[in-house]
C-alpha cells in the first residue's frame, strides 16, 4: 500500500511502482484524489482517515508493507506505527523530521516482539547520506567524527519545504559526544569539494543526526548544504514570508525540473589518530530518488529479500542501512558513488 499517493511524493512513488509493474494498493484521506489516480494506473484504491484507528488496522489488515508518504509525520507517523504493529504490516516512511526519526527508532523492542520491519527515512532523506555514513564507517570503523553534505537543486514540493520551515523555527543541531547539541542554523560552516564544484555550506538538522548516529554509532555528527538561505531562516517573519510563498507554488518540481537537476552527497570521517576516509555520491533528483528508493525497498520488504544478510529484513526498527545495508546505493538507478578513499 501507498499511503498519502495523492501527494507529491506519493504520486511519484505510485507512478514509479505501476511503471515497473507493482500493483500497490493506493490509499489516502482524500478519496476523490486517490481515486483519480488509481483510476488512471488501473489500481486498487481505497480511503481512510489516520485519526480512525479502527479505520487503519481494517485496512492494513491484508497488506504486507505500507510506505508511509504523508505528512507531517510529527503527526501521523505514531498512528500507521501502532497500525502497523498490531497487524503485522511491515512499515516505511519519507520523513526527514528528527522527533519522528527518534521516536520509530525508539520501537525496535516491540517492532522484533511483533516480527514487523520498521524502517523509518526511506526517500532522499536520509537514503543516500544514510548509506554513505555506512560506507565510510565500514572503510574506518575507529571514526569518531562524521561530516555529510549534501547539495539537492531543483526545488522542494510544498509538504518537504513547509516541514523544514517548521524545523528551522526550532534552531540547528549537532551532535557532539552522542549528544544533540543546539547550535544556530548554517552554524558551523564550512567549504565542501562536492563532484561538480566547491561550495560553502552550514550545518542543518538533518535527519542523520539521528539515523547515521543509529547506524554508526559515531559520536559527532555535522550535516550540511547551502548556507545562504539556511541563515536566513532563523528570523521568524522571513520563515512567515516563505510559508505563503509555498503554499501558492506548485506541488513540486516537474518532471523537467526533475530530470534536470541531480543530487550530490559528499561525506567524511575521522578518528583519533588523524585518519580519515572520504566519498563522494551523484545520484538522480531528491524526488526522483526517493520514489526509486521507496518502491525498491517496498519490494524488498514483500518479498522477503534485500536484508543486510541476502535474506529477509530482520524484524525491529531500522534505517535504510541498518535494514538493507549500506550497498544499497548500487540498486537505485543513476546513483554513482566514489571512494571511500
Avoid at 479505520?55 to 505500507?66: F, K, N, P, T
Avoid at 511483533?114 to 555506512?134: E, K, M, Q, S, Y
Wanted: glycine content about 12%; charged content about 20%.
Amino acid at each position: 500500500m501507498v499511503y498519502g499517493a495523492n501527494g507529491y511524493t506519493g504520486t511519484l512513488v505510485a507512478r514509479l511502482a505501476a511503471a515497473r509493474g507493482s500493483r500497490p494498493v493506493l490509499a489516502g484521506r482524500d478519496a476523490r484524489a486517490v481515486a483519480t489516480l488509481a483510476g488512471e494506473l488501473g489500481l486498487d484504491h481505497v480511503s481512510f482517515d489516520l485519526r480512525d484507528p479502527a479505520a487503519i488496522r481494517r485496512h492494513l489488515a491484508e497488506v504486507a508493507v505500507v510506505a508511509h508518504c504523508a505528512g507531517p509525520f510529527t503527526a501521523t507517523s505514531r498512528p500507521m506505527v501502532d497500525a502497523c504493529l498490531d497487524t503485522g504490516t511491515h512499515y516505511l516512511d519519507v520523513t526527514g523530521e528528527l522527533p519522528v526519526f527518534e521516536a520509530v527508532l525508539s520501537r525496535d523492542a516491540e517492532a522484533r516482539a511483533r516480527g514487523v520491519a520498521l524502517i523509518t527515512g526511506g526517500g532522499f532523506d536520509v537514503v543516500p547520506t544514510d548509506c554513505l555514513a555506512g560506507l565510510l564507517h565500514a572503510a574506518l570503523p575507529g571514526a569518531t567524527a562524521l561530516e555529510l553534505a549534501f547539495w539537492a537543486p531543483g526545488g522542494l514540493s510544498r509538504g518537504t519545504a513547509t516541514t523544514g520551515l517548521a524545523a528551522m523555527g526550532d534552531g540547528g543541531r549537532i551532535r557532539v559526544g552522542g549528544l544533540l547539541v543546539p547550535t544556530p542554523v548554517g552554524t558551523p560552516a564550512r567549504e565542501v569539494a562536492f563532484p561538480s564544484k566547491t561550495r560553502r555550506v552550514g550545518a542543518v538538522p538533518w535527519g542523520d543526526l539521528v539515523t547515521a548516529y543509529h547506524s554508526t554509532v559515531i559520536p559527532d555528527i555535522t550535516i550540511y548544504t547551502r548556507a545562504d538561505e539556511q541563515k536566513l531562516l532563523r528570523y521568524a517573519p522571513v520563515r512567515a514570508v516563505a510559508r505563503w510563498v509555498v503554499r501558492r507554488r506548485p506541488p513540486g518540481p516537474s518532471a523537467q525540473i526533475r530530470a534536470a537537476t541531480r543530487v550530490e552527497v559528499w561525506g567524511e570521517v575521522r578518528d583519533g589518530a588523524g585518519q580519515r576516509r572520504t566519498a563522494t555520491l551523484v545520484g538522480p533528483n531528491a524526488y526522483d530518488l526517493t520514489a526509486d528508493a521507496v518502491h525498491r525497498a517496498a519490494e524488498h520488504l514483500t518479498a522477503g529479500t534485500g536484508g543486510r544478510d541476502g535474506a529477509a529484513v530482520r524484524p525491529g526498527a531500522h534505517t535504510p542501512a541498518t535494514a538493507f545495508g549500506p550497498r544499497f546505493l548500487d540498486q537505485l538507478t543513476g546513483v554513482e558513488i566514489d571512494g571511500p578513499r
